[in-house]
T-cell receptor, first 116, second 111 residues
Framework: KAGVTQTPRYLIKTRGQQVTLSCSPI?????VSWYQQTPGQGLQFLFE???????NKGNFPGRFSGRQFSNSRSEMNVSTLELGDSALYLC???????????????FGPGTRLTVT | AQSVTQPDIHITVSEGASLELRCNYS??????LFWYVQSPGQGLQLLLK??????LVQGIKGFEAEFKRSQSSFNLRKPSVHWSDAAEYFC?????????FGKGTMLLVSP
């Protein structure tokens, strides 16, 4: 069974631009979560989607948004990029959603975003 | 609110020596606990998990962890470290919400 895939793996953008990252979960998994990882802040939760609905959202500004499609694939978008958005963005998939049982998540390789 | 503390930012272990990485959690009810490993430039790989039952859980790559409710701890152990174990290790807790991660412990393996 294929793991979680994320595209692209690397991105370089300029301040003020916007970016869209994509995540395909493990086949059969319906929940997708996104995390931002930086050396200073560590792993921070962005949001969680289940059955095309956002179930949880972390403490990030509205410039960060996401969505999930009917095939469980998910995208996240960051608008008006800032230098501080440079990070590794990780996607994780799980069978069920939070609040329905144990949240055992499997992670993709991440997208390295550099904002210049 | 749930939280995880990994007291050691870096640990250096000689190849062949035993390893213990510490993890303390804060959660009001019975926690679900995880250890993940991350190699440079890679995503997180699940090493092992504790849901309930036996407090000593076995994982992949020869790792094990012990859940101690009285100490709110979930320490990761390996009897003999290999050079390929050098990576960053994250402890995480999940209740009925999303995963909360510790800051990670970087493991360095010396020859």
């Amino acid at each position: 069974k294929a793991g979680v895939t994320q595209t692209p793996r690397y991105l370089i953008k300029t301040r003020g631009q916007q970016v869209t990252l994509s995540c395909s979960p493990i086949s059969g998994h319906r929940s997708v979560s996104w995390y931002q990882q930086t050396p200073g802040q560590g792993l921070q939760f962005l949001f969680e989607y289940f059955s095309e609905t956002q179930r949880n959202k972390g403490n990030f500004p509205g410039r960060f948004s996401g969505r999930q499609f009917s095939n469980s694939r998910s995208e996240m978008n960051v608008s008006t990029l800032e230098l501080g958005d440079s990070a590794l963005y990780l996607c994780a998939s799980s069978l069920g959603a939070s609040g329905t049982g144990v949240l055992e998540q499997y992670f993709g390789p991440g997208t390295r975003l550099t904002v210049t | 609110a749930q939280s995880v503390t990994q007291p050691d930012i870096h640990i250096t272990v000689s190849e062949g020596a035993s390893l213990e990485l510490r993890c303390n959690y804060s959660y009001g009810a019975t926690p679900y606990l995880f250890w993940y490993v991350q190699s440079p430039g890679q995503g997180l790989q699940l090493l092992l998990k504790y849901f309930s039952g036996d407090t000593l859980v076995q994982g992949i790559k020869g790792f094990e962890a012990e859940f101690k409710r009285s100490q709110s701890s979930f320490n990761l152990r390996k009897p003999s470290v290999h050079w390929s174990d050098a990576a960053e290790y994250f402890c995480a807790v999940s209740g009925y919400s999303t995963l909360t991660f510790g800051k990670g412990t970087m493991l360095l393996v010396s020859p």
